[in-house]
């Protein structure tokens, strides 16, 4: 494997509200090589969105750091694109299919044949090619989180984060959305963090799982998945091993629903 | 085709029967009405031309109060929009400014033209600065209310993308509050019409408004009721204008919501 | 767990967190805010950065506003005021309920009235003025005529919206159970208007304490308006001041109380429900 793109060092989280404070996480420890596409998953309330939202600088975590490349994050680096669940509400509605994938490009200040080539290879790559000037709000689900993908990927990242992309859509055009995302991942080698919580697209879809524990969160178990690069919904999901990932993964996150770390004697993350 | 033709015929007709109908009424019920209140309509529709059109008053009288209310509107709009975009962006500045705020807009805005003679004595800054004064609340307050609902995903994505400066302020902020800063604007306008008037009405030597006020001092009761029906006319007209351009800035607004009330239920 | 040396556990908060929530300040910051406004309003005439003819240090117009206090004749146009207001309010919410009702019940009389609605409704109330003073002079009719002009149109179209907004399934099922007209009007068609008429309350209410004001003020009906004019042609500026201040209260009042309704008479409404923890 070729080096460290992301690195996360010892990431707690502590949400400070009204007189108590909530741990969402308490030590995230874990690295991604470059051109890796790895899953992330775990029970509900696992503080998977709080992870996502550390690492993309969108949320300062309340001790630990995150290395991108040798650089600790501090607010959203460039080069990080995310996909967010709520499709519906991460495209601006106000623009056009076309407008949405731009807009990070003016702001990248391309000249404008370059992001004219970003656009129609983004959303040719996403099989979007004839619906450039639709609102998003006219696509169904599924499109409207092909668009979020388009503009995540004509960004051009180092690395992409999907935040449970796919928890909205209903179930045929989910399996679509995940082969979109495997081709995507080997024609394009962009390093992906994929979180989710349905241990099948987990297994599917990743080279490596890391299982979190229920808040305050814990990195439970860092499975590497032995599986043929060349998947498909099909044979894949029926072989053996597959069945043999996901079981060993289904018990991790029963363990991980009852898993409660006990008290540090000290601050968390010391060893 | 047919079935379209005559279902927007229908639909003329049923626009258009009752406002014949209320017309002819009071055409009929006026006729010979010797009421020193009420003058046959068709006098008053006669005296049109003489009053409005011959006499030059739309050059001399409407369009100065059309000016001073375009003038005053547009100011309003950038006032009201940019500290309202400053105040909803930032939780202590509105945390600061909502008393103020809450008592500077429930002060009926006529009570001070009053006050803006002493300033600014009672030429067209006077009543350019009353229209802003009425006009300037909604707008502000809507946009407030606007850029606070501003969709949190939203904002982390255009954090994400790099997307800041002018570009964010337009592109998330002030499209985002576009549709209370429209609803902010058409409740403005319908202010600043009846503050166009009253500033004329208080104090002027030329105006819609004050015209119509002369007609009443002078008993030329006619003429009294043209100025009330071109100033009704001109009401309507303005709130359709700003129809059309809520049709067309939010374009996208009335889409999105049209899906979303079919998809829910 | 892991062997990651550990990071400094006490690390500096960094603003993510310090956004979370300003318990107690906000309202600490409005006190605050609306202390600035004052001191402003003292200082900006004491140096002479405004002349204090034209606006005099707020001290002084409170002092106006204590004399006001002890005038009866204050007293009396303040209830002449909220007279208007109330009086002009209250025919315009049944005069917006009735026709509300009865044209959002019968859909040929909402097609064909819809056009006039539109074209009547924009009509600038004050357009009347001349037509008010001529009719009914300078009194409480005038100021009526206005009011009830002007807010009768905020009620009449939020009633509209709310005969609409009945879910067709509820009338389909009121129906299938054999409720008549009057009980589908009662139980069906009233609770889902109400929060619109409410709304159309609450602008309305807003709406008729300016008109009530600029009959007063323009017309020269008895009540707060006319004392500002008095005042202004009297150059008694502190007062003048004073006076509106005034009116900003009673705007202040009016719009509370208007809230205080719909709270109260909304208890069992989502949008209300969702509101409060806001």
């Known amino acids: 494997m070729t080096g460290t793109l992301l690195d996360v060092r010892g990431v707690r989280k502590v949400y400070e509200g009204h007189g108590r404070s909530v741990e969402a996480i308490r030590d995230l420890t874990f690295t991604v090589a470059k051109g890796e596409m790895v899953c992330v998953v775990g029970p509900s309330g696992a503080g998977k969105t709080t992870l996502l939202k550390c690492i993309a600088g969108l949320l300062a975590p309340t001790s630990g750091e995150v290395v991108l490349e040798g650089e600790a994050v501090a607010g959203p680096p460039p080069g990080m694109a995310v996909v967010f669940q709520e499709y519906g509400r991460s495209l601006f509605p106000w623009m056009t299919v076309r407008g949405n994938v731009e807009l990070p490009l003016k702001q990248k200040k391309l000249p404008r044949a370059r992001r004219v080539e970003l656009l129609h290879q983004a959303l040719d790559a996403v099989g979007l090619g004839d619906v450039h000037g639709a609102y998003p709000w006219q696509l169904s689900g599924g499109m409207q989180q092909r668009v979020a993908i388009a503009r995540a990927i004509a960004y051009e990242p180092r690395i992409l984060l999907m935040d449970e992309p796919f928890a909205a859509v209903d179930a045929q055009t989910r399996a679509d959305l995940e082969d979109l995302v495997r081709s995507l991942w080997q024609g394009l080698g962009v390093t992906t963090l994929f979180v989710t919580h349905d241990i099948d697209e987990a297994v599917y879809l990743g080279q490596r799982v890391l299982v979190l524990s229920a808040a305050p969160t814990l990195v439970l178990d860092d499975v590497t998945v032995d599986l043929p690069a060349e998947r498909d919904q099909l044979s894949t999901r029926s072989s053996a091993r597959f069945a043999e990932l996901r079981g060993h993964l289904f018990a991790q996150i029963q363990r991980a629903k009852t898993y409660h770390p006990p008290d540090p004697p000290h601050p968390p993350g010391g060893n | 085709m047919t079935a379209l033709l005559r279902r927007a015929a229908r639909n003329t007709l049923a626009a258009a029967a009752l406002p014949i109908a209320l017309l002819a009424l009071w055409w009929v019920f006026t006729a010979d009405s010797d009421s020193y209140y009420l003058p046959p309509l068709s006098d008053i529709l006669a005296s049109v031309d003489d009053v409005w059109l011959h006499s030059g008053r739309l050059r001399t009288d409407v369009l100065p109060s059309l000016l001073r209310l375009l003038a005053g509107f547009t100011l309003a709009v950038l006032l009201g929009v940019g500290v309202g975009v400053a105040i909803g962006s930032s939780r202590r500045l509105r945390a600061f400014c909502e008393p103020v705020l809450e008592f500077l807009r429930a002060i009926p805005p006529p009570v001070l033209v009053p006050v803006l003679m002493l300033f600014a004595g009672i030429g067209n800054t006077m009543k350019v600065l009353v229209i802003v004064s009425g006009c300037v609340w909604p707008i502000l307050l809507n946009t407030v209310e606007g850029v606070r609902a501003v969709d949190q995903v939203l904002l982390d994505t255009a954090r994400c993308y790099g997307v800041r400066g002018p570009a964010r302020l337009w592109h998330l902020i002030i499209r985002s509050a576009s549709p209370q800063i429209v609803t902010g604007m058409r409740q403005g306008l319908s202010i600043g019409i009846i503050l166009m008037v009253i500033s004329e009405m208080f104090a002027a030597s030329n105006g819609l408004g004050f015209s119509i006020i002369q007609f009443q001092r002078t008993f030329a009761v006619t003429e009294m009721w043209t100025g009330i029906l071109l100033l009704g006319l001109l009401g309507f007209l303005l709130a359709t204008a700003m129809r059309v351009f809520e049709r067309r800035a939010l374009n996208w607004y009335l889409g999105l919501r049209q899906t979303q009330r079919g998809g829910d239920r | ?278």
Request: glycine share 10%; charged share 15%; hydrophobic share 55%.
């Open chain 3, 1 to 278: 767990m892991t062997s990651t040396p550990a990071p400094p556990t006490r690390a500096p908060r960094v603003d993510g967190t310090r956004r979370t929530r300003l318990p107690g300040n906000t309202a600490l910051l409005g006190v605050l805010g609306f202390a600035t406004f004052l001191a402003l309003l003292e200082v900006v005439p004491r140096l002479g950065i405004v002349a204090p003819g034209y606006l005099p240090p707020v001290s002084r117009i409170g002092v106006a506003l204590v004399e006001l206090a002890g005038e009866s004749a204050f007293w009396t146009a303040l209830g002449d005021t909220v007279r208007g207001w109330f009086l002009g309010l209250l025919i315009a919410v049944a005069l917006g309920i009735v026709v509300g009702f009865v044209l959002g019940a019968t859909p040929i009389l909402r097609e064909a009235t819809a056009s006039t609605i539109e074209f009547l409704r924009p009509i600038p109330s004050v357009a009347l003025i001349p037509l008010a003073v001529l009719v009914f002079g300078t009194n409480l009719r005038s100021v009526l005529l206005l009011v009830v002009y002007a807010a009768f149109w905020q009620v009449l179209v939020q009633v509209l919206h709310g005969v609409q907004d009945v879910d067709p399934v509820a009338q389909e099922t009121a129906r299938t159970f054999g409720l008549g007209r009057l009980a589908r009007i009662r139980h069906v068609t009233w609770p889902t208007a109400l929060p619109y008429l409410l709304t159309g309350v609450r602008l309305a209410a807003a709406v008729a304490l300016i008109l009530a004001v600029t009959a007063e003020l323009v017309i020269g009906a008895p009540g707060l308006g006319n004392e500002i004019g008095v005042a202004q042609s009297g150059a008694a500026v502190a007062r003048m001041y004073a006076l509106i201040i005034v009116t900003g209260l009673l705007g202040v009042a009016v719009n509370v109380l208007a809230r205080q309704l719909e709270r109260l008479l909304l208890r069992w409404h989502p949008s209300i429900r969702r509101e409060v923890p806001a």
